[in-house]
C-alpha cells in the first residue's frame, strides 16, 4: 500500500511535469506567438512563473518517491537474503531523471530569472533571446522525459 502511495504520487507529479510541458511547448506557445512581444513575454512569464513552481513541488515529490522507492525494495531485497540488483529500467529513469532535475535548475533558476529582469526593463529583444532559450531547453527536458516514460513502461 505505502509502495503503491509512493507511485501515484511519483506518476501524478509526473502527469503535471511532462503535461505542462507538452501544453506550454505545443498549444500555448504556437497561440502566444500572434501576439507582439509587449503583450506576449509578459504572458508567458505569468504563466511559466505558476507553472515553475507548479514544477518546483513536482520535482522534490518525484525525487524522494523515486528514492523511497528504490529504498524500499533494495531493504526488501536485503531482508529476504538477497543481494539488491537495480533493474536498469530504473537505473535509466533515475539517471536521465536527475538530468531533467539539473535541466529544469537551470530554466528557472538562470534563464527565468534572466527573461523577469528582461520583462521588468521592457527589453523585449532581449525577453524574445532568454524566451527562446527556454523552448529550447523545455524541448529537451520534454523528449527525455518521454524517453524515460517509453523505456520504463516498455521494459517493464
Ligand atoms: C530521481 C529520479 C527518479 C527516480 C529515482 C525514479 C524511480 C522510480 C521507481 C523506483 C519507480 C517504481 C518502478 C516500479 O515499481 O516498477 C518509478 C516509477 C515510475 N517512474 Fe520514476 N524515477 C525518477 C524520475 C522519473 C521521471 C523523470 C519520470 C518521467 C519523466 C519517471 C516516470 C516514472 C513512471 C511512468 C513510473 C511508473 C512505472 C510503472 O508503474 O511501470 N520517473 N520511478
Do not use: C
Not at 500555448?28 to 504572458?43: E, G
Not at 518525484?62 to 524500499?72: L, P, S
Not at 529513469?93 to 532535475?101: D, E, H, I, Q
Request: charged share 10%.
Amino acid at each position: 500500500m505505502l509502495y503503491a502511495t509512493l507511485k501515484l504520487l511519483h506518476v501524478l507529479s509526473i502527469v503535471v511535469w511532462v503535461g505542462g510541458m507538452v501544453f506550454a511547448h505545443f498549444f500555448l506557445r504556437p497561440a502566444a506567438m500572434q501576439l507582439p512581444p509587449p503583450q506576449r513575454l509578459p504572458l508567458m512569464h505569468g504563466v511559466l512563473r505558476r507553472f515553475f513552481a507548479a514544477v518546483v513541488v513536482a520535482v522534490l515529490v518525484v525525487f524522494i518517491t523515486g528514492g523511497a522507492m528504490i529504498g524500499r525494495a533494495a531493504r526488501e531485497s536485503v531482508q529476504a537474503g538477497l543481494s539488491f540488483n537495480m533493474p536498469l529500467d530504473w537505473s535509466i529513469m533515475a539517471v536521465l531523471g536527475v538530468a531533467m532535475m539539473a535541466v529544469f535548475g537551470h530554466i528557472r533558476f538562470s534563464l527565468f530569472r534572466r527573461l523577469g529582469r528582461a520583462v521588468d526593463a521592457q527589453d523585449w529583444a532581449a525577453g524574445a533571446a532568454e524566451l527562446a532559450r527556454i523552448r529550447t531547453w523545455v524541448g529537451v527536458n520534454l523528449a527525455t522525459g518521454v524517453v524515460i516514460i517509453v523505456v520504463t513502461l516498455l521494459m517493464a
